[in-house]
C-alpha cells in the first residue's frame, strides 16, 4: 500500500512537471504542442552528454564525448536549459511562421508533430538507437534503495523515485510562483486570458509566447532526464509513451489549467501504481481510462473551468 | 473548451491506436530487440562492429573454376537490428571466404550475395524477392528476425528455394514450408539449460517468480517454456508477473516480486525493459539469482542494468570455448579482423553458409550440378540439406525432416561486468 503510494507519487510527479511544459503552451497560445515528447527525449540525451558519458557504436557520434563532464544536478539543469531553447528554435520553425499568416491551430499542431519526428530521427541519426544510462554516480553516495518499512515489513523505495518526486514538487512550487508571483507570471496569464488585449495593454506576446516555450522545453527536459536517470535512455522513441500520457493528464486536468495538471499528473500515477501484479503490463489503458471516466462527468476536465460561449 | 477537449480526444485515440500498430519506428526499435532476444550474444558492449571478413574472395578464389554458385545471404545490415546483422555478415562473410580457400563446391567457387533485409517484415520480403528472381540464388541464409521469417520465408518456400533461418528462434518456423529449415535451435530446447544451471548454483532453489513481456511474441513463447520447466522441476512458481516491452517503470513488478520471497527470477523481455527490470529488482534489494530470456543475450543490456547486470545467468547455442577443428578455425578467422571472441549469431550465420556448401557437395557428387536446371537444383539442395549431417562450430547438427536443428550441445553463460557499461558472457556449462 505505502509502496504503491510512494512509486504512483513518483511517476506521477514526472507525468506532472511533462504535462506542465504542454499546459504552458497551450495556455498561451492554445495548441498543443506535439514536439513536447521530443523535447524530453532530447533532453535527457543532452543531461546525458553533459555528464560527460559517450555516445555508443551505432550512430554517427559513435564514441564521442564531451571533453569534460558535470555533476549531474548541473547537466540536467544546463540540459534543461538547452531543451528550453529547443523549445524556443520549435516555436520558431514551427509555430511563429503559421501564426504570422493567421493559420488554422490545426496546422501548428501538425506541424509541431512533423517537428517531433525529424527531431526523434535527426537523434536516431546522431546517437543510434540503443539505451543508454547515466553514471551510477549520478545521485552521488546516497543509497540505490531506502527502507519505509521496518526491518522485518521492508518497503523499499529507489532513492531516484524519492529524487524525482522532490526535484519534481520543487519545480512545481516554482513554477506556480513565477505564474503566481511575478510581473512575467502575471503577463503570461494575461495573454492567456486575451492575447489581443494584453498586447494592446503593452505586453509583449511574441516575447512571451517564446518565453513560454523556453519553459515548456525546460520542463520537459527535466521530466526527461529523471526518467532518464531512473530507468536508462531506452532509445530516441522512448518519449512518445511520455507523450501521449502527457496529453492525458492536462486534458484530465484540464486544458491550460496549471494545478490542473499537477493534481491530474500525480492522480494518473497512482491510478497506475495501484494496478494489480498481474495486470501491470495494462496499466497505460488505466490512464486513459480514468481520463474518459472523469471526461463523462466533467468534459472540462477536473480543475478546468467551463467555457462560456459568446455570442 | 468542450469541442477542443473532445477533438484532443479523439486525436489521443488515433495515435494510440497507431502506437498500436507496427509503424516503422515500432518495428526498428522492436525488431532490434527481437534480434537481441534471438540471437545476440556480443562479448563485449563498447566494440563497435566492424566489417572484418579475414580475406577478399579474389585472392582465395583464383584457383577455383567455373561459374560462381551463387548463395543468398539476407540479413539486416541496416536499421537498429544492422547491430546484430553486422555479426551474420562477418559470420557469413568468413564461411564464403573459408570453404572457397578450401575448394568451394569440387573447385567451383561460392558467391555470396548479401542483401539488405532491414529490421522488418516489408524489408525482407524485399530481400528475398530480389535474390530469388534477380540474382537466382540456389538457395538463401535469413532472415535475421524470426518476424520476419514468417513473412518472407513463404516467399521463398513458393518459388522452391532452400531457406536456412541463422537466428530464427520462436515456435513454428520450420513448418513454413518444406523449403525452411533453421540452424538455430529453438528457445524450447535452449532456454532449460539456465534453469537447471541456477539449481546448480543454487540447490536451495524453491519459490521462482517469473515475468515477461506480453506483448512480445518471442518473450511469450520462451515464458511458456520457463514456466514448464519450472513446474516440471517441481519448483513453486509464483503468480507471473508481466509487463509491456515498451515499459520503463517496473517498481510495480519488482516490489511484488520481492514480495514473493522467490530464490529465482526469470525475466523473459528484451533488452531495454528486461535490464531494467533486473536493475530495479537488485536495487530495491533483491539478492537472489536471475536468469534473463534471450532477449537479455546482447551487450546492449549491458548499459540498461550496468553493474547490476553482474551475475544474470542466460542460455546460449554457441560456445567459442567449444573444442572442436571447425571452431577453433572459425575462431581463428573471427579474432584475425575483430578483437572478441565471435557471438552466437556470427557462428550461426557461418554455420547457414557451412550447411549449403555441404550440401552442394553432396548434390554435385550424387547428380552433379551442372546437370541440374535452376529449380531441380534448388529441390535436389533442400533434400540434401535436410539428409546431411554437419561438423559446425556449433558442434554437430543434423535436421529433422520438418528441417528443425538437431543440435547436441547447449551451453550457459553469466554476465560478468567490468565496469558501467562494458562487460561479458562467461561460459558456466
Do not use: H, W
Given at each position: 500500500m505505502v509502496q504503491n503510494l510512494l512509486n504512483g507519487l513518483a511517476i506521477g510527479s514526472v507525468y506532472a512537471i511533462f504535462a506542465l511544459g504542454y499546459t504552458l503552451v497551450f495556455s498561451i497560445l492554445r495548441v498543443i504542442n506535439f514536439a513536447h515528447g521530443a523535447v524530453f527525449t532530447v533532453g535527457a540525451y543532452l543531461s546525458y552528454v553533459l555528464t560527460g558519458s559517450s555516445?555508443?557504436?551505432n550512430g554517427l557520434l559513435r564514441g564521442q564525448s564531451l571533453p569534460f563532464g558535470l555533476p549531474?544536478?548541473?547537466?540536467?539543469?544546463?540540459?534543461?536549459?538547452?531543451?528550453?531553447?529547443?523549445?524556443?528554435?520549435?516555436?520558431?520553425?514551427?509555430?511563429?511562421?503559421?501564426?504570422?499568416?493567421?493559420?488554422?491551430?490545426?496546422?501548428?499542431?501538425v506541424s509541431s508533430l512533423g517537428v517531433a519526428v525529424a527531431l526523434v530521427n535527426i537523434l536516431q541519426y546522431l546517437v543510434g538507437a540503443e539505451p543508454y544510462r547515466y553514471p551510477s554516480t549520478a545521485l552521488g553516495a546516497l543509497p540505490t534503495a531506502v527502507n519505509f518499512g521496518s526491518a522485518a515489513a521492508p518497503v523499499p523505495i529507489r532513492t531516484v523515485q524519492i529524487v524525482i518526486f522532490a526535484v519534481s514538487m520543487v519545480i512545481v512550487v516554482l513554477l506556480t510562483y513565477l505564474i503566481r508571483g511575478t510581473r512575467t507570471g502575471k503577463a503570461l496569464r494575461a495573454v492567456s486570458e486575451?492575447?489581443?488585449?494584453?498586447?494592446?495593454?503593452?505586453?509583449?506576446?511574441?516575447?512571451?509566447?517564446?518565453?513560454?516555450?523556453?519553459?515548456?522545453?525546460?520542463?520537459?527536459?527535466?521530466?526527461?532526464?529523471?526518467?532518464?536517470?531512473?530507468?536508462?535512455?531506452?532509445?530516441?522513441?522512448?518519449?512518445?509513451?511520455?507523450?501521449?500520457?502527457?496529453?492525458?493528464?492536462?486534458?484530465?486536468?484540464?486544458l491550460g489549467d496549471i494545478p490542473g495538471a499537477v493534481v491530474a499528473g500525480l492522480l494518473i500515477g497512482l491510478a497506475?501504481?495501484?494496478?494489480?501484479?498481474?495486470?501491470?503490463?495494462?496499466?497505460?489503458?488505466?490512464?486513459?481510462?480514468?481520463?474518459f471516466a472523469v471526461l463523462l462527468i466533467r468534459p472540462q476536465g477536473l480543475l478546468g473551468r467551463a467555457q462560456v460561449q459568446k455570442v | 473548451m468542450r469541442r477542443g477537449t473532445i477533438s484532443i480526444c479523439l486525436l489521443?485515440?488515433?495515435?494510440?491506436?497507431?502506437?498500436?500498430?507496427?509503424?516503422?519506428?515500432?518495428?526498428?526499435?522492436?525488431?532490434?530487440?527481437?534480434?537481441?532476444?534471438?540471437?545476440?550474444?556480443?562479448?563485449?558492449?563498447?566494440?563497435?562492429?566492424?566489417?572484418?571478413?579475414?580475406?577478399?574472395?579474389?585472392?582465395?578464389?583464383?584457383?577455383?573454376?567455373?561459374?560462381?554458385?551463387?548463395?543468398?545471404?539476407?540479413?539486416?545490415?541496416?536499421?537498429?537490428?544492422?547491430?546484430?546483422?553486422q555479426e551474420q555478415v562477418i559470420g557469413a562473410e568468413i564461411a564464403e571466404a573459408f570453404f572457397n580457400e578450401r575448394g568451394g563446391v569440387n573447385g567451383r567457387p561460392i558467391d555470396v550475395l548479401l542483401q539488405d533485409t532491414a529490421g522488418d517484415e516489408a524489408g525482407a520480403s524485399n530481400a528475398f524477392n530480389t535474390l530469388i528472381n534477380q540474382n537466382e540464388v540456389v538457395g538463401i541464409v535469413g532472415p535475421t528476425l524470426s518476424q520476419q521469417a514468417f513473412a518472407a520465408s513463404p516467399i521463398a518456400d513458393r518459388a522452391g528455394v532452400p531457406v536456412l533461418g541463422p537466428?530464427?528462434?520462436?515456435?513454428?518456423?520450420?513448418?513454413?514450408?518444406?523449403?525452411?529449415?533453421?540452424?538455430?535451435?529453438?528457445?524450447?530446447?535452449?532456454?532449460?539449460?539456465?534453469?537447471?544451471?541456477?539449481?546448480?548454483?543454487?540447490?536451495?532453489?524453491?519459490?521462482?517468480?517469473?515475468?515477461?513481456?506480453?506483448?512480445d511474441a518471442f518473450s511469450t513463447s520462451e515464458t511458456g517454456t520457463f514456466q514448464a520447466t519450472v513446474t516440471e522441476l517441481g519448483l513453486t512458481l509464483?503468480?507471473?508477473?508481466?509487463?509491456?516491452?515498451?515499459?520503463?517503470?517496473?517498481?510495480?513488478?519488482?516490489?511484488?516480486?520481492?514480495?514473493?520471497?522467490?530464490?529465482?527470477?526469470?525475466?523473459?523481455?528484451?533488452?531495454?525493459?528486461?535490464?531494467?527490470?533486473?536493475?530495479?529488482?537488485?536495487?530495491?534489494?533483491?539478492?537472489?539469482?536471475?536468469?534473463?530470456?534471450?532477449?537479455?543475450?546482447?551487450?546492449?543490456?549491458?548499459?540498461?542494468?550496468g553493474l547490476l547486470c553482474d551475475g544474470v545467468i542466460i542460455a546460449q547455442a554457441y560456445s567459442p570455448e567449444l573444442d572442436s577443428d571447425i571452431n577453433a578455425e572459425f575462431v581463428e578467422a573471427y579474432t584475425a579482423g575483430q578483437d572478441r571472441n565471435p557471438p552466437q549469431f556470427s557462428a550461426q550465420a557461418f554455420t547457414g553458409v557451412q550447411v549449403f556448401v555441404e550440401a552442394l557437395i553432396a548434390v554435385d557428387d550424387d547428380q552433379g550440378l551442372d546437370s541440374l536446371e535452376l529449380p531441380e537444383l534448388r529441390t535436389a539442395l533442400n533434400e540434401a540439406i535436410l539428409a546431411g549431417e554437419y561438423d559446425t562450430p556449433l558442434g554437430p547438427i543434423s535436421f529433422t525432416e520438418e528441417g528443425e536443428v538437431n543440435q547436441e550441445q547447449f551451453y550457459v553463460a553469466q554476465i560478468e561486468m567490468e565496469d558501467e557499461q562494458t562487460g561479458s558472457f562467461t561460459f558456466v556449462r
Open positions: 555516445f555508443g557504436f549531474f544536478p548541473l547537466a540536467l539543469l544546463f540540459g534543461a536549459v538547452l531543451a528550453g531553447l529547443v523549445g524556443v528554435v520549435i516555436e520558431r520553425l514551427a509555430f511563429a511562421p503559421l501564426r504570422r499568416r493567421g493559420a488554422d491551430p490545426l496546422l501548428s499542431l486575451d492575447a489581443t488585449t494584453a498586447q494592446l495593454l503593452g505586453i509583449d506576446t511574441d516575447r512571451l509566447i517564446l518565453f513560454s516555450f523556453f519553459l515548456s522545453g525546460f520542463l520537459g527536459a527535466v521530466a526527461g532526464s529523471l526518467v532518464g536517470l531512473s530507468v536508462s535512455i531506452a532509445g530516441p522513441y522512448f518519449g512518445l509513451a511520455f507523450g501521449l500520457k502527457g496529453l492525458a493528464v492536462i486534458v484530465l486536468g484540464g497506475e501504481a495501484f494496478v494489480p501484479g498481474q495486470y501491470v503490463a495494462y496499466r497505460d489503458a488505466v490512464a486513459f481510462v480514468v481520463l | 489521443l485515440a488515433t495515435l494510440l491506436a497507431a502506437c498500436g500498430a507496427p509503424s516503422p519506428t515500432d518495428s526498428a526499435a522492436g525488431g532490434s530487440e527481437e534480434a537481441t532476444s534471438e540471437e545476440a550474444t556480443s562479448e563485449e558492449a563498447s566494440s563497435p562492429s566492424e566489417d572484418g571478413s579475414p580475406a577478399e574472395e579474389s585472392e582465395s578464389a583464383a584457383e577455383l573454376s567455373g561459374e560462381p554458385i551463387p548463395l543468398g545471404v539476407a540479413v539486416a545490415q541496416t536499421g537498429n537490428v544492422a547491430l546484430l546483422g537466428s530464427n528462434t520462436a515456435a513454428g518456423i520450420p513448418e513454413i514450408g518444406d523449403y525452411v529449415a533453421r540452424v538455430s535451435a529453438p528457445v524450447s530446447v535452449v532456454a532449460p539449460n539456465a534453469v537447471e544451471v541456477a539449481l546448480e548454483q543454487d540447490p536451495d532453489i524453491q519459490s521462482v517468480s517469473v515475468a515477461y513481456a506480453q506483448n509464483n503468480p507471473v508477473q508481466t509487463f509491456q516491452t515498451t515499459d520503463t517503470d517496473f517498481t510495480s513488478q519488482a516490489s511484488t516480486i520481492i514480495g514473493q520471497n522467490p530464490q529465482l527470477v526469470i525475466v523473459s523481455g528484451l533488452a531495454a525493459d528486461g535490464g531494467n527490470l533486473v536493475r530495479q529488482l537488485r536495487e530495491l534489494g533483491y539478492a537472489g539469482l536471475i536468469i534473463g530470456g534471450n532477449g537479455l543475450n546482447t551487450a546492449n543490456v549491458f548499459t540498461v542494468c
